[in-house]
């Protein structure tokens, strides 16, 4: 049964140079129609699908913040009235400064919303301008005071590195200014160059000046100490927290646990099948309208798809996979599966063996996709 909810909103007030999510302009879209549609497929979800007990609930998109105080007000009570959230789940919204105010943090704090993702990404105007960010960098700090002064203690911070023209110097900088605000968690990733985004018009045109692959694994390094001496520990490759901070909802995906995708473009794993949203609005709603739900793909795993997810997700988290956890989920050994693949890997210094689990070493934190392919294609059924 699914433990974690993720509800996808579209709309933004400024598309970034560097985003390929489902995501559109907000001015002129049918918002108060969306979010009546994502009420109907929840009811309906969970009907098709129930739930036991809900641990984790995570508004993500888009810019759920753009939505205006009255609008957020509308979607968490449908959120509540159809996973009950108690007090002691992990309640998150994602946050971009520029968009949030008193009034509409105080809508999420009466609702339970009791985590906030800040997509700050750098700490120097010129780079934000850069990538199509609508904020600067005062206003990354004037929403984190705000916002604890308003209670939320539980907040996570979105850096970037790996950008057009950022060196390690701003980079730096982007750090200490992170762990200055006196932030339990940080989520930090290196920038891809996606298709339909404007950087990925730009590289094509040889017109994007990104870091060499040697500067870029310098900045993960710097990245990894600095947060490390402030008390944030690597949990998985690219999050860092306090302990008792990580991350509960992402820690479903990297457990391969089942969750719920609701919204355009959302994606969902319930009852081994996972499944994907119609992501333009108005095959999303048609969709809802006609079916009772959005969905366009629905791909039945087999077991060995969910062995080498088991694998590539697993190694994803610092702990990395549990030997006993594989069996009892597969009623096979581990080494009976991967024994090959990790005795290999094992040779070339990019896992550890020990304390009954599977984990990247640190030469293997640099090297993970390298080391994730390895158990693709393997498993015959």
């Known amino acids: 049964m699914p433990k974690a ?17 489902n995501k559109v302009f907000m001015k002129g879209q049918p918002v108060e129609e969306y979010l009546d549609h994502m009420a109907v497929e929840m009811k309906n979800t969970v009907k098709k699908f129930p739930y036991d007990h809900i641990e984790t609930i995570f508004i993500g998109g888009g810019t759920p913040t753009a939505l205006s105080a009255s609008q957020l007000d ?36 009466n609702a339970g919303v009791n985590r906030l993702s800040i997509g700050a990404q750098a700490f120097q105007n010129d780079l934000l301008k850069r990538l199509g960010r609508g904020h600067d960098e005062q206003e990354v700090v004037e929403i984190v005071k705000l916002a604890q ?33 006196d932030i339990p968690h940080v989520s930090s990733y ?42 944030l520990q690597q949990y998985e490759i690219s999050n860092f927290a306090r302990p008792g901070f990580e ?6 995906y990297w457990k391969n646990e089942h969750y719920y ?19 333009p609005l108005k095959k999303y709603i048609q ?20 062995m ?41 210094g990019l896992i550890n063996l020990n304390k009954g689990n599977i984990s990247l070493t640190e030469k293997g934190l640099f090297l993970g996709n390298e080391v994730f392919s390895e158990f693709l294609g393997v498993v015959e059924e």
């Open 5 to 21: 909810v993720y509800l996808h909103i579209p709309f933004c007030d400024y598309i970034c140079h560097y985003c390929d999510f």
């Open 308 to 348: 080498e997810e088991e694998m590539f997700m697993g190694l994803r988290m610092k702990k990395g996979v549990s030997v006993e956890r594989f069996q009892e989920k597969f009623n096979i050994p581990l080494m009976t599966v991967f024994g090959s693949q990790i005795d290999q890997l094992h040779d070339k």
């Open 261 to 279: 995708g609701v919204g355009a473009g959302a994606h969902s794993y319930m009852n081994g099948v996972r499944r994907i949203n119609a992501g």
């Open 247 to 252: 991350s509960k909802h992402n820690m479903m």
């Open 190 to 231: 290196s920038l891809q160059v996606e298709k339909k985004t404007v950087f990925y018009n730009l590289f094509r045109k040889d017109q994007l000046p990104l870091p060499t692959q040697e500067e870029e694994a310098d900045m993960f390094e710097l990245l990894i100490s600095k947060l490390e001496k402030a008390g």
């Open 149 to 181: 002064r308003m209670g939320f203690d539980n907040l996570s911070l979105d850096l970037m590195f790996g950008l057009p023209d950022q060196t390690m110097d701003m980079f730096r900088e982007s750090i200490e200014r992170t762990i200055q605000l």
């Open 287 to 306: 969709l809802v309208d006609e079916n009772g739900f959005p969905y366009t793909e629905e791909n039945e795993l087999t077991t060995a798809e969910k």
């Open 74 to 109: 509308v979607l968490l009570e449908s959120v509540n009235d159809t996973f009950h959230p108690g007090s002691h789940i992990e309640y998150t919204v994602e946050a971009n400064p520029g968009s949030v105010d008193e009034e509409k943090l105080s809508v999420l704090k």
